[in-house]
């Protein structure tokens, strides 16, 4: 009897769903998620506007906090944000290399250079981080939500959080982003790594004062691991990539800053003004926390997009099939190999699912050979450099033709007016010696 994968052997799920042939020979596909409904038809979301706001109000809090401990925050008064950044060189280039036009303006988002972590992963990782840390603190009586988050930089404070210790797996940025905040808080933080974590950013965490602990698996066993050992320390909390609510609503934050940034920029959004956003993704929760943001700002006139490595199309396996965070790429044979930090991942978050499902628009996969170029022309082009993975929604307008989306959508005569804005997730650590490999590898043809 031939092979089951949940239920069904592969040409049952190949008849169901031609483009798993595709996504199973590696090749670059375009998924595009017909089974979206439109915002007013969403009947509830397992999360609100409200609590983004809260979410909000959350990192406010501790801008006094930040502007102490970390003095680089001290321009943008202790808030954790990116620039947004219009790049025509860039968009030239594209569209000479690929003969074809982009119609519409061309933005990156750069969380490669957001302060501290310089990574996506600052804005929910910080948030996990503080939320727990101020719940321990409320509950203690050692603060009040209405005092001076100074006091979070106090010796008492770090003495008080050195009795419970955070636990974190990852491939490499997420335990950076955990590891800086819960050491600076004074927590213990063991963080646990898939092997292909980067050495450096292995040595940085230990500077930081944080454990390290690697696994030969990847990053699900990391996780896993990660998880049991945490959960066996009665004073352990361990921050769940692969099911967090608050690491998704941290992520989500990025929405509201970012229509902030649109109003300063007189760019609009609106019925007339798509937008569409095209976003690395991961396990999930970092583009699945902006999509909800976003979807909640402007609805139906933001279109966001998910980019994967073809090695890695967690999240495309589990919309594709409706499985969710039960599926994984090596269900289909797939071998989640690549270079790709952050992106190489073989289950979707069972959280972040639910809400991508609705919200997205698509997905699209990348290979890594493609990645390395497009690095190296970001940085000739606009002197901006982002690590491989935060070049994947670089494609995304071209890649975007390959469909009938905008046909479909109603969208072809406005796309003059639209939006295109590309998330860079990461970069700004990467040591001097792997940037230069890195360029010199989009270099070569
Ligand atoms: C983690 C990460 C992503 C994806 O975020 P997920 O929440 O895992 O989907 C994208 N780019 C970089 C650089 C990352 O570190």
């Known amino acids: 009897m031939a092979m089951k994968i949940h239920g069904k052997t592969v040409e049952e799920w190949q008849k169901d769903f031609p483009l798993l042939r595709d996504i199973m020979d590696l090749k670059p596909v375009f998924w595009v998620n017909h089974m979206r409904p439109r915002m007013a038809d969403i009947p509830s979301l397992p999360l609100s506007l409200d609590d983004m706001l809260a979410a909000a109000?959350?990192?406010?809090?501790?801008?006094?906090?930040?502007?102490?401990?970390?003095?680089?925050?001290k321009e943008t008064n202790g808030m954790i944000e990116?620039?947004?950044?219009?790049?025509?060189?860039?968009?030239?280039?594209l569209e000479k290399e690929r003969n074809a036009a982009i119609n519409g303006r061309l933005y990156i988002k750069q969380d490669n250079a957001l302060?501290?972590?310089?990574?996506?992963?600052?804005?929910?990782?910080?948030?996990?981080?503080?939320h727990y840390a101020e719940q321990l603190a409320l509950n203690a009586g050692l603060i009040t939500r209405n005092d001076h988050y100074e006091k979070f930089a106090e010796p008492d404070m770090k003495k008080f959080f050195s009795r419970f210790t955070i636990g974190v797996g990852s491939t490499g940025n997420l335990g950076l982003s955990i590891g800086t905040m819960a050491a600076v808080l004074g927590?213990?933080?063991?963080?646990?790594?898939?092997?292909?974590?980067?050495?450096?950013?292995?040595?940085?965490?230990?500077?930081?004062?944080?454990?390290?602990?690697?696994?030969?698996?990847?990053?699900?066993?990391a996780i896993d691991e990660g998880r049991k050992k945490t959960e066996a320390d009665p004073k352990g909390y361990?921050?769940?990539?692969?099911?967090?609510?608050?690491?998704?609503?941290?992520?989500?934050?990025?929405?509201?800053?970012?229509?902030e940034q649109f109003k300063q920029e007189n760019i609009p959004v609106d019925e007339d003004h798509p937008l569409f956003v095209y976003l690395p993704c991961g396990v999930g929760g970092s583009p699945g926390g902006i999509t909800f943001g976003l979807k909640q700002l402007f609805g139906d006139h933001v279109h966001c997009f998910l980019v994967e490595p073809t090695h890695?199309?967690?999240?495309?396996?589990?919309?594709?099939?409706?499985?969710?965070?039960?599926?994984?790429?090596?269900d289909f044979g797939i071998d989640n190999r690549t270079e790709a930090d952050g992106l190489a991942v073989g289950r979707p978050s069972a959280f972040a699912s639910g809400f991508i499902q609705k919200l997205a628009s698509g997905v699209y996969t990348i290979e890594d050979e493609e990645l390395f170029p497009l690095l190296a022309m970001l940085k000739d082009e606009e002197g901006i450099f982002v690590e491989p993975s935060a070049t994947a929604g670089l494609p995304g307008p071209f890649r975007l033709q390959e469909t009938r989306y905008t046909e479909d959508d109603g969208l072809m005569g406005k796309m003059d007016q639209a939006t295109h804005l590309v998330w860079s997730t990461g970069g700004s650590l990467v040591p001097d010696e792997d940037r230069k490999t890195f360029y010199q590898r989009g270099l070569k043809k």
Do not use: C, H
């Not at 898939?194 to 690697?214: I, M, Q, T």
């Open 57 to 73: 109000k959350l990192f406010e809090r501790f801008q006094p906090f930040f502007k102490k401990v970390f003095p680089e925050t």
């Open 82 to 93: 990116s620039p947004l950044t219009e790049i025509p060189n860039m968009k030239t280039r």
């Open 187 to 221: 927590f213990n933080v063991n963080v646990y790594m898939s092997r292909d974590a980067k050495e450096w950013k292995k040595e940085l965490l230990r500077k930081k004062g944080a454990n390290v602990f690697e696994f030969d698996g990847d990053f699900s066993e």
């Open 115 to 130: 302060p501290v972590t310089g990574s996506i992963k600052a804005r929910g990782g910080f948030f996990e981080v503080l």
């Open 238 to 259: 361990f921050v769940d990539d692969e099911k967090s609510k608050y690491l998704f609503l941290g992520y989500s934050v990025a929405a509201l800053r970012l229509k």
């Open 312 to 330: 890695s199309p967690a999240v495309l396996l589990g919309m594709l099939t409706e499985l969710g965070s039960k599926v994984s790429v090596q």
